[in-house]
């Protein structure tokens, strides 16, 4: 299987300077000061990448939207991963951090900028220390600093690290939390592109899509593109959790089917139990019956199938779950993490939880179902940020695909237990 | 008024986090953070020294300060563990393993042992969901964990 940013992760030392550039690291920034910028922005645009980091907008579009002519502006790597079930960013921020140092002097180049974050969540502050030995790494080969290999372009990169706080991983909150807030959204627009961190144009792209950049860049966009669907370009990290029997990170080539990647990458159910459901792409992203495992892994694919590829989380679960008590856990997840600036989310959060939880002590009616599912249609797009969304998700296809477990409750015989 | 003084060696950690930033207040966590690993907790007349540093009110630095959970206002132990119950841990088990490192500590989640060794925290996704179930003791992670696992780790704790 092709692998882009997997290649020689698991290759000894790969985070030291020396053996990453052993690999042809730092390669790609020759052949990137010998064109103009917006030539690179075009390469990225050519490519077909899209952030990886759970949205899926396309990378070369989002650098073209920088407010024109207005300095300085600054890009920040979003590293905050915190979306329940990813972990590939970590892994990455682990191994290679020298390629996402390159991706992120690329990205500076194309766009201009002399500034770039690397904001990681707080719980990575060991991860923080190989980061900052990375960027010294940098410094001293000349790869960042002043007039970088004789370009003329000057590139300084700073770690930063969050708090704990799951908000942070949306772009605005983020900002927010980087200019020493509480990790509160924003109201949009103006978007970062516009308005970003300090209101100056602001790039936010995650680690992985950041990663991607060197390789097109040394590969050129057409190779990039041969991977992949029509719409849905290149390779993408998946972490893959729960009930598999080789649970792990993996590189596949987008448009792979699901049944694959659950059965043969991941090495199939464990136990040899049956697969009752999986959550195609972190926890923010409707839940998918097993009948529905011929999905192909693609963007669209999983879009027109009900869900959302998202962060590349793969949760896996077997036919012993009961879905309501998983549904549950995802729902306190997002009360614990709403910020409490929007009422919809802060009180639909909450009051989904009491319903769940008075149906699992077997108090519940059947009408609660229909209460559950008006409160989440009184959720869904009424906030200023996708937290809101995010819960109503798993709640929503847990109601559309599990009913009976529900059920269940109702009649005193629940199905399992996690 | 402070009751609170950054040693000569933070002083100088503080004045390479504030050349990171155009503008001081960005230091705002960063400083929190390097107060909270020093001492295990943030007072309020730490708040008024970090105040102090980044030109603000000692009432903004605690209400940025209380938004984010790993800043405490009670002293922590010295071996902070954090233990993950997200979805992921939860499919491999995690709820019995809380509960089990809980009895093994003699306490309630959420509590710190009298001695001050270790404080146990729930936590949500800590992303390291393809080793679940696990949980983080200060910078370290630990994953797939069982129960004799987990003794052995703490008792390997000083």
């Not at chain 2, 800590?126 to 052995?152: K, V």
């Amino acid at each position: 299987m092709t692998q882009i940013l997997f290649k020689n992760i698991d290759m000894k030392d790969l985070h030291t300077m020396k053996v990453y550039e052993e690999q042809g690291g730092y390669q790609s920034l020759e052949k990137a000061f010998a064109q103009k910028p917006e030539e690179i922005i075009a390469m990225v645009k050519a490519s077909g990448l899209r952030g990886r980091g759970g949205a899926g907008f396309p990378a070369g579009l989002k650098w073209s939207f920088l407010a024109k002519d207005v300095f300085p502006r600054y890009l920040c790597c979003n590293a905050d991963e915190s979306e329940p079930g990813t972990c590939k960013d970590r892994e990455l921020l682990l191994k290679t951090p020298h390629m996402l140092i390159e991706g992120m002097i690329l990205c500076s180049y194309a766009c201009q900028i002399k500034t770039g974050y690397i904001y990681m969540r707080g719980e990575f502050h060991d991860l923080s220390f190989i980061m900052d030995k990375a960027i010294e790494e940098a410094h001293a080969k000349g790869y960042l600093g002043k007039n970088i290999m004789g370009s003329g372009f000057d590139l300084e990169i700073h770690t930063h690290l969050g708090a704990g706080a799951y908000i942070c991983g949306e772009e605005s909150a983020l900002l927010n939390s980087l200019e020493g807030g509480r990790g509160e959204p924003r109201m949009k627009p103006p978007f970062p592109a516009v308005e970003g961190l300090y209101a100056k144009p602001t790039v936010i792209n995650n680690v992985e899509t950041l990663c991607v950049v060197p390789y097109i860049v040394n590969e050129g966009a057409e190779k990039y593109a041969s991977l992949g669907t029509e719409k849905s370009k290149g390779t993408k990290l998946v972490s893959i959790s729960g009930h598999v029997k080789k649970p792990g990170n993996y590189e596949v080539v987008l448009g792979t089917p699901m049944r694959e990647i659950i059965y043969d990458v991941a090495g199939g159910i464990a136990n040899d139990n049956k697969l009752k459901a999986f959550i195609p792409g972190g926890s923010s992203t409707p839940m998918l019956p097993a009948d529905m495992v011929d999905v192909l892994y693609d963007y669209e694919s999983i879009a027109a199938a009900g869900s959302m590829l998202g962060s590349g989380a793969l949760i896996v679960i077997d036919d012993s779950v009961n879905i309501v008590e998983a549904t549950l856990r995802l729902i306190s997840f997002y009360m614990h993490e709403s910020c409490g600036k929007c009422t919809p989310c802060r009180e639909g959060t909450r009051w989904l939880y009491q319903i769940v939880e008075r149906i699992m002590q077997n108090k519940g009616q059947l009408e609660y179902i229909e209460k559950m599912e008006d409160i989440c249609d009184n959720m869904a797009m009424k906030t200023f940020c996708p937290l809101a969304d995010a819960c109503v998700a798993p709640v929503v296809s847990s109601i559309k695909y599990f009913r009976s477990d529900y059920e269940a409750y109702f009649k005193n015989t629940p199905v399992g237990s996690v | 008024m402070s009751g609170f003084v950054f040693s000569e060696k933070q002083e100088k950690e503080i004045e390479g986090i504030l050349a990171k930033y155009p503008f001081k207040k960005s230091a705002m966590l960063p400083l929190l953070t390097l107060v909270q690993r020093a001492e295990r907790v943030v007072s309020p007349e730490a708040m008024v020294a970090i105040s102090n540093k980044l030109d603000c009110s000692p009432a903004y630095v605690q209400s940025v300060m209380s938004f984010y959970t790993m800043y405490h206002t009670e002293k922590v132990g010295k071996y902070m563990i954090l233990f993950c119950i997200n979805i992921s841990c939860q499919l491999n088990g995690c709820d019995k393993l809380l509960e089990h490192t809980a009895k093994k500590l003699n306490i309630k989640v959420g509590e710190t042992t009298t001695d001050e060794k270790f404080t146990l925290h729930r936590e949500e996704c800590l992303a390291d969901c393809t080793r679940a179930p696990m949980m983080r003791i200060n910078d370290t992670y630990y994953g797939d964990l069982t129960e004799q696992r987990i003794d052995q780790i703490l008792d390997s704790l000083g």
